[in-house]
């Protein structure tokens, strides 16, 4: 049976005082959730309804926020505890159990022993480019070039290329670079601590790892190269 004038005003009214109220508790500033009155107040009912449906049903269609206004009033700035807050009230999961079947693949699968966040990676364009050309993931890391400290064989397509490093640099994206060129890639000492670090507690983090510019095998070898050469090369701070 199709809905009347007013059920459909009523249930507009319903899901867009929702998205007013959820911007409100993102942003109390109500700078977005007055950007979205003057979105809606211009759509039709027909035209809502459709908006509606696509999000709902198309994971690449959201509602988003400025949050370039947080710049201006930083007393509004986005916080961690903030998001804890509104998941906690929307109810919404910001962590979950991992489960690693790749690690025991003919038995029960080993999980994480703690919750760990739910983090959507977008992938850009300039990225996905490449991926179609560079699509390996690293199998097996123990065959390692004692030149370079980077895997070989099969395995070396997926090490990171200096076009990735200045993308993920511009973008901000320094700690992952960090744990890249670092416990991933030619540093035996940090990547020992990272693995050991991982089964021992189930995660990680860089802050706990010894990440040197002297551990580095690259940084080795370039310091005989250019002994070799009769130049004395140190690398000092990391």
């Not at 916080?79 to 999961?93: C, D, M």
């Not at 993931?137 to 004692?146: F, G, H, L, T, Y």
């Not at 200096?162 to 744990?179: D, F, I, L, P, S």
Request: proline share 4%; glycine share 4%; net charge positive.
């Amino acid at each position: 049976m199709a809905k009347t004038g007013a059920e459909l005003k009523k249930i507009r009214e319903k899901y867009e005082n929702r998205i007013y109220e959820l911007m409100d508790d993102l942003d109390p500033s109500g700078y977005n959730s007055d950007v979205y009155k003057t979105s809606f107040s211009r759509m039709s009912d027909k035209e809502f309804i459709e908006l509606m449906k696509k999000i709902a049903g198309d994971d690449d269609t959201n509602i988003s926020m400025d949050f370039k206004q947080f710049e201006q009033n930083p007393k509004y700035k986005m916080s961690l505890e903030r998001i804890r807050s509104v998941a906690k009230k929307w109810k919404i999961r910001l962590t979950e159990y991992v489960f690693m079947p790749f690690r025991n693949p003919n038995g029960q699968p080993m999980v994480t022993l703690s919750r760990v966040p739910i983090i959507y990676s977008p992938v850009r364009r300039f990225f996905q480019q490449m991926l179609q050309h560079k699509n390996n993931i690293v199998n097996d890391n123990s065959k390692i070039n004692p030149i370079t400290g980077q895997v070989v064989n099969e395995d070396k397509a997926a090490s990171l290329t200096n076009v990735q490093t200045y993308a993920m640099t511009v973008t901000n994206q320094k700690n992952v670079v960090k744990e890249l060129l670092g416990p991933r890639a030619d540093d035996p000492v940090s990547k020992q601590q990272m693995l050991s670090k991982i089964e021992q507690d189930g995660e990680v983090s860089l802050e706990d790892l010894d990440i040197s510019t002297h551990n580095k095998q690259s940084m080795a070898t370039a310091e005989v190269y250019a002994a070799a050469a009769c130049m004395d090369l140190r690398f000092g701070k990391n």
